[in-house]
């Protein structure tokens, strides 16, 4: 057990994907997982484990926001032993060419939170994805026929900024996206000596404005599920 996750030892898989949303968890562990059990409901930030093609896969939902998802990432890898771990989620596009429905892979997360530069004494660390994550994934990827947009992206602290054109001068520097956990799993990834990665939907655009439905969601989100189960079982 730890402080947020009410699993005994040896409930989570050292590959764990990472929804936001704890009821996408649920959704990966129904529609995906075999002998899939369910070890946490604490707080409704449901986890599970099962197999994926043979091997062992836990799926935790984290959250919202760096703080969040910084509590779930932390004792997964230090109190269960987690090794690989995906986040899949959604973002908002801040260039034009990143349109509705794309995939995109965080290959790095700048970020207006202190949550980083507080570790290093108010200096900037590059918070990065594992380089055999993004060949693994980038292969998965070709494989499924999916076209992948990888770069920098911004890992926002807010969701309603209180200047709502703050975006632009990220966008000016050729950040891909904005969402808002990325930078916190790189750096504690970075911290603890694991693997991460973080793989994205559109799911607007505060370019055009516009926004997918809730069916385009769902689509776009399990091509970018199976994206991420095939990417973590080739990773040891
Ligand atoms: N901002 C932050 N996070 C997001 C957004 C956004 O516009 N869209 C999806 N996740």
Not at 113 to 124: D, I, L, P, T, Y
Not at 134 to 159: E, R
Not at 184 to 195: D, E, I, M, P
């Given at each position: 057990?730890?402080?947020?996750?009410?699993?005994?030892?040896?409930?989570?898989?050292?590959?764990?994907?990472?929804?936001?949303?704890?009821?996408?968890?649920?959704?990966?562990?129904?529609?995906?997982?075999?002998?899939?059990?369910?070890?946490?409901?604490?707080?409704?930030m449901?986890?599970?484990?099962?197999?994926?093609?043979?091997?062992?896969i836990?799926?935790?939902?984290?959250?919202?926001?760096?703080?969040?998802?910084?509590?779930?990432?932390?004792?997964?890898?230090?109190?269960?032993?987690?090794?690989?771990?995906?986040?899949?989620?959604?973002?908002?596009?801040?260039?034009?060419?990143?349109?509705?429905?794309?995939?995109?892979?965080?290959?790095?997360?700048?970020?207006?939170s202190?949550?980083?530069?507080?570790?290093?004494?108010?200096?900037?660390?590059?918070?990065?994805?594992?380089?055999?994550?993004?060949?693994?994934a980038?292969?998965?990827?070709?494989?499924?026929?999916l076209?992948?947009?990888?770069?920098?992206?911004?890992?926002?602290?807010?969701?309603?900024?209180?200047?709502?054109?703050?975006?632009?001068?990220?966008?000016?520097?050729?950040?891909?996206?904005?969402?808002?956990?990325?930078?916190?799993?790189?750096?504690?990834?970075?911290?603890?000596?694991?693997?991460?990665?973080?793989?994205?939907?559109?799911?607007?655009?505060?370019?055009?404005?516009?926004?997918?439905?809730?069916?385009?969601?769902?689509?776009?989100?399990?091509?970018?599920?199976?994206?991420?189960?095939?990417?973590?079982?080739?990773?040891?």
């Amino acid at each position: 057990m730890s402080l947020h996750i009410g699993a005994p030892e040896g409930a989570i898989a050292p590959r764990v994907l990472l929804p936001g949303d704890p009821l996408r968890a649920r959704f990966i562990a129904e529609n995906y997982l075999e002998n899939a059990t369910c070890y946490n409901e604490v707080r409704g930030m449901y986890g599970y484990t099962g197999t994926y093609k043979g091997f062992d896969i836990s799926v935790q939902g984290t959250g919202m926001g760096m703080p969040s998802h910084s509590i779930y990432v932390h004792e997964l890898i230090n109190s269960y032993g987690a090794r690989t771990l995906i986040r899949i989620g959604s973002c908002g596009s801040i260039q034009s060419e990143i349109k509705l429905r794309d995939l995109v892979l965080a290959l790095s997360a700048s970020t207006n939170s202190a949550m980083v530069s507080q570790r290093f004494g108010g200096m900037n660390f590059a918070p990065t994805a594992d380089w055999d994550l993004i060949m693994k994934a980038t292969q998965c990827a070709g494989k499924f026929g999916l076209n992948i947009k990888a770069g920098n992206i911004l890992s926002s602290d807010t969701f309603y900024d209180e200047d709502p054109e703050s975006w632009k001068n990220w966008a000016k520097y050729g950040v891909l996206a904005v969402e808002m956990e990325a930078a916190a799993l790189y750096t504690l990834a970075a911290r603890f000596g694991v693997k991460a990665l973080c793989l994205l939907t559109v799911s607007d655009s505060l370019v055009s404005r516009e926004e997918t439905t809730s069916e385009e969601r769902e689509k776009t989100f399990t091509q970018m599920m199976e994206l991420a189960l095939e990417t973590a079982i080739g990773i040891e």
